[in-house]
């Protein structure tokens, strides 16, 4: 410990980010400087993230979470948490972080044929070298030049495949694309020229040489005009398209992959008509227009911007604005800066699967260590208000107080203790402990809803004041809770009235069934998934058998699957309800219902009996209690979610909306930083790789550390 | 670690904590930019007009190399503070999680190369706001082979002497802010990424006014492809004059 007093902090939000904040602030490195105290509403941390265990220890999630293989500062923080917590493996099931992640090559979408059929296109992904997370010898410095070239080569792999597909598929796997020419500059212009006369793209062999010139190109762009490659550029894409589309229309496989290509096609065009390579902004510049806007602009079909593959991009982001999916949305920049970070940059395995439910594999591990390095939890602290204080002439201004409601308080005033023990392993509950709490068995009758913004039952006010109680403030709460949690702040200043009023959210909703049947049972032959593009309500689908055995339903399970969606947003005046979280509930159970009658035999034949109805006695429930309703009352033995709390609410990546985000590292206050997917931390997408980073930026901004080119992926086009 | 409680820390008075100033607040999105690789055109006598928005005088393209001098000079800032934190904290003992003293050769490697980097952004950057070379005398020479001696190229502004020993195809560029007569002093030119270096080069400014500029680059054996560059520096007064580039292909 410091001999100096610590500077006190206090993170109210208990998310991703803000842990991130808490797990950098407490360092070792920092001998004692900071003492951390997390304020957290209701019992229980993760934010959109948390889980609990519910009847018969099933996971109850927020949502379908899955880890991508780039999320580096995501999987370095759960890594060196798990290094640190030195769990026994002889004791406890999920004792290291391979334990708690593993890879997940299989990933495909739902296309939607000219034909009208839908149809899953599934893509093993191969295993990439290393792992996500791997300390890297020096930071890692990513150029738009970088991804053009890599976007080139990838449009002549999709090429060569499309070509090995018409040609005849007895010569097995296209061969890899060649390497550079070599020519010179001024050789290449002349092949560029001799290309576009007539018949020089003419079939794939053309195509494919215009691609190496291509390539070679954008290897050196500086020393050609970007005019001659831009009209190099849309004489090899006509002729790609005149080539291709009449031998691909026929064939989902074939058509699939020209698809992709010309989406590519229509980045590389737009990268170099743009001058993102050499642009300050990086992928920035183009965050004004919407992605599937953008490439239209760069030649993309309408039949490629409405592809499985790029419906499936919008929907993993829930790019719908107010849930409306007529109404998509996403900043060009950022859906590009993701694309090529997700397909470019991972390492072991594009998807990474967790072994049992998020708050157990990442949120009870961390609140572990963090209470062994000397962090505060206050639980049951709902922040009411951000104060701001008066400030001297010359001086920045600060937060004064941090008004809480307290929900409830524990017997003898001692630490609430939030984790439950299943089978050895750590979790965290569905609902709370009430017997550690004062009054508790009344709050359970009385169903207090803890972490609803709709119930504001308490025991108490709390005020902390600057000076006396805390010095420094991170806010970490989510993005939809800000206007009701820093009304002051927002009133008073115009940047975070422009934020609030820009960087807008969407409410989710999810679907979790237990099923007595496996999935090849059920007639889904092609292999555990994770799928998208699908039909609202639940466009997206993963199958999670690993769960099972951590989960101790009465009857055999044999599949478990998770579905999620965008949920509509509702109006203000319906905001205002108290019954609305109850209404929207109401809502997603009809709309799973629908769901399963109507649109799962799509994924799964043999859910529906041979008259075509569902099979709801294939529902498994927590109890040994068989309903004795057979029919769509059996929904309620499984689990679904409305995410429409303010902090649930999904944030977005809007077209011009970015600019108005707040970064961690805004000078703006001297006692405050913010940390959350919402803020402007380098991946302005909401995802727990984007709260990570924005969480140890936040930390940057206290103290320092860690340094910013360790924030991987912070300083990135 | 025993925690100290708010209400603990509080008995004791103090004058309210402020976030620290920060080097940076923005990120690097674009590092051929910041660090003139390829990108920033910077291979040719003459500038050139690009579609990339370098070489010319627009006002784009010039914001947009200030705007990277800026996010330049922040970079460095940044790295000059992890510096004096690193060495500040050599000085203690070290707990877990700092830097060992291992990392000191790599932390200082990182940093001559920023510096070095920033340098040729930097020259770069002055080259496309001003316009034009600005009076500046540049080489492109290309020599092949194990060895090669003697006048290779010349500007139309001076004449050159170039003396080049290399087993690799090189690419070699001069770059001078201004006339330069004195002394100068080459630092030892570094690679981008490892830690290879050439360290047996010269930049001499000829005593007669119009007198070649004589440079010299003996290119290690076996040294790996790759983009090298050092600063050239007056040696009398130790400012940075130019920068000494050499792509080995």
């Not at chain 1, 609305?580 to 799973?592: D, F, H, I, K, L």
């Not at chain 1, 803020?679 to 709260?691: K, L, M, Q, S, Y």
């Amino acid at each position: 410990m410091s001999a100096e007093l610590p500077i006190r902090v206090a993170i109210v939000g208990g998310g991703c980010a803000g842990l991130a904040t808490a797990f950098e602030l407490s360092r070792p490195i920092h001998r004692g400087k900071y003492a951390v105290t997390v304020y957290q509403m209701g019992f229980r941390l993760g934010g959109k993230g948390a889980s609990g265990r519910g009847a018969a220890d099933r996971i109850e999630e927020h949502g379908l979470h899955l880890w991508m293989g780039f999320y580096e500062n995501a999987f370095r923080l759960m890594r060196e948490c798990y290094a640190e917590l030195g769990r026994d493996p002889q004791k406890c099931r999920i004792a290291d972080w391979t334990d708690a992640f593993v890879p997940d090559h299989l990933c495909g979408v739902m296309d939607h044929s000219p034909t009208g059929r839908w149809s899953p296109w599934t893509v093993h992904l191969p295993p990439m070298p290393g792992l996500p997370g791997d300390p890297d010898a020096e930071p890692v410095r990513w150029t738009v030049a970088d991804y053009l070239q890599r976007s080139v080569t990838l449009v002549r792999t999709l090429l060569e495949t499309i070509r090995t597909g018409v040609e005849g598929r007895a010569t097995g796997s296209p061969s890899a694309p060649s390497g550079p020419i070599g020519a010179a500059p001024g050789e290449l212009s002349r092949m560029m020229e001799r290309l576009m006369g007539y018949g020089g793209l003419a079939g794939f062999g053309g195509l494919i040489q215009g691609l190496q010139v291509l390539d070679e190109v954008a290897r050196a762009l500086p020393r050609f005009p970007r005019d001659a490659i831009l009209r190099f550029h849309g004489v090899l894409a006509d002729a790609a398209r005149a080539e291709i589309e009449r031998m691909t229309s026929k064939d989902d496989g074939l058509r699939r992959l020209w698809e992709v290509a010309e989406l590519v096609l229509a980045t590389i065009r737009g990268i170099i008509r743009d001058g993102l390579v050499a642009d300050p902004r990086g992928f920035s510049a183009i965050d004004h227009l919407d992605c599937r806007e953008w490439l239209r602009q760069n030649g993309a079909s309408e039949r490629a911007v409405q592809s499985a593959f790029l419906r499936a991009l919008y929907d993993l982001a829930f790019a719908y604005e107010d849930g409306d999916v007529g109404r998509p949305g996403i900043a060009a920049g950022q859906a590009v800066r993701g694309a090529v970070r997700a397909f470019f940059t991972y390492r072991g395995a594009f998807f990474w699967k967790m072994q049992s439910g998020m708050g157990d594999v990442v949120f009870a591990p961390l609140y572990e260590v963090l209470v062994r390095r000397g962090v505060g939890f206050e639980f049951f602290h709902r922040l009411e208000n951000v104060g701001l204080g008066s400030s001297e002439a010359g001086e920045r201004p600060h937060v004064e107080t941090l008004a809480f409601e307290v929900q409830a308080k524990t017997r003898q005033g001692e630490p609430y203790r939030p984790l439950v023990d299943v089978r050895g392993l750590p979790c965290w509950p569905a609902e709370p402990d009430w017997a550690q709490l004062v009054g508790g068995a009344g709050m359970k009758r009385e169903d207090r809803q803890f972490e609803s913004h709709w119930d504001t039952r308490n025991v108490g006010k709390k005020t902390l004041t600057v000076g006396r109680d805390f010095d420094l403030v991170v806010l970490a709460v989510g993005v939809g809770a800000v206007p009701f949690v820093c009304r002051e702040l927002v009133e008073s200043d115009p940047r975070w009235k422009e934020m609030v009023a820009k960087v807008k959210s969407v409410p989710t909703q999810a679907l979790q069934l237990w099923l007595r049947k496996d999935i090849a049972d059920l007639g889904w032959k092609a292999g555990s998934i994770n799928i998208s593009g699908y039909v609202e309500p639940f466009d997206t689908w993963a199958d999670m058998p690993q769960l099972i055995r951590e989960e101790s339903f009465p009857t055999p399970v044999k599949a478990v699957a998770y579905f999620c969606s965008v949920l509509r947003d509702g109006s203000a005046a319906e905001m205002r309800e108290p019954d609305y979280p109850a209404r929207r509930q109401a809502e997603v159970r009809g709309n799973a219902i629908r769901f399963l009658k109507q649109d799962l035999r799509l994924l799964w034949p043999n859910i529906v009996d041979p008259r075509g109805r569902f099979r709801w006695d294939l529902l498994a429930g927590p109890t040994a209690r068989v309903p004795k309703n057979a029919d769509e009352g059996r929904i309620d033995s499984q689990y679904m979610r409305a995410n429409v709390e303010p902090s649930d609410r999904y944030c977005l990546s809007l077209p011009g909306s970015l600019a108005a985000r707040i970064s961690p590292l805004d000078q703006t206050y001297d006692n405050l930083t913010v940390a959350g997917d919402w803020t402007d931390c380098g991946f302005n997408e909401g995802c727990v790789e984007a709260a990570v980073m924005s969480g140890r930026l936040a930390a940057h901004a206290v103290s320092l550390y860690p340094p910013l080119d360790q924030i991987v992926g912070f300083d990135h086009p | 670690m025993p925690r100290q409680t708010p209400a603990a820390s509080a008995k004791k008075s103090r004058a309210r904590a402020k976030k620290p100033a920060l080097p940076r607040t923005e990120p690097v999105r674009s590092w051929s930019t910041l660090f003139g690789s390829n990108a920033t055109g910077a291979h040719g006598a003459a500038p050139e007009p690009s579609p990339f928005g370098f070489g010319g005088v627009a006002g784009v393209a010039t914001d947009s190399v200030r705007r990277g001098v800026e996010l330049g000079y922040r970079v460095l800032d940044d790295y000059m503070r992890q510096g004096a934190s690193a060495a500040g904290a050599f000085a203690k003992p070290t707990p877990v999680g700092i830097p060992s003293t291992a990392d000191l050769p790599k932390m200082t490697e990182r940093m001559m190369q920023y510096t070095s980097d920033f340098t040729s952004l930097w020259f770069d950057a002055m080259r496309i706001v001003s316009g034009h070379n600005a009076g500046r005398p540049a080489a492109d020479a290309r020599t092949a082979g194990s060895s090669s001696e003697g006048p290779a190229t010349s500007d139309h502004r001076s004449r050159w002497v170039l003396e080049v020993r290399s087993e690799r195809p090189a690419e070699i560029i001069v770059t001078l802010d201004e006339p330069v007569t004195g002394e100068l002093v080459v630092e030892p030119l570094r690679a981008s990424s490892g830690k290879k270096t050439i360290a047996d080069v010269a930049v001499r400014p000829s005593a007669e006014p119009e007198g070649p500029l004589r440079v010299r680059v003996h290119v290690p054996p076996k040294l790996p492809p790759g983009r090298y560059t050092g600063v050239v520096v007056d040696a009398e007064s130790r400012q940075p004059k130019g920068r000494l580039t050499v792509t080995l292909r």
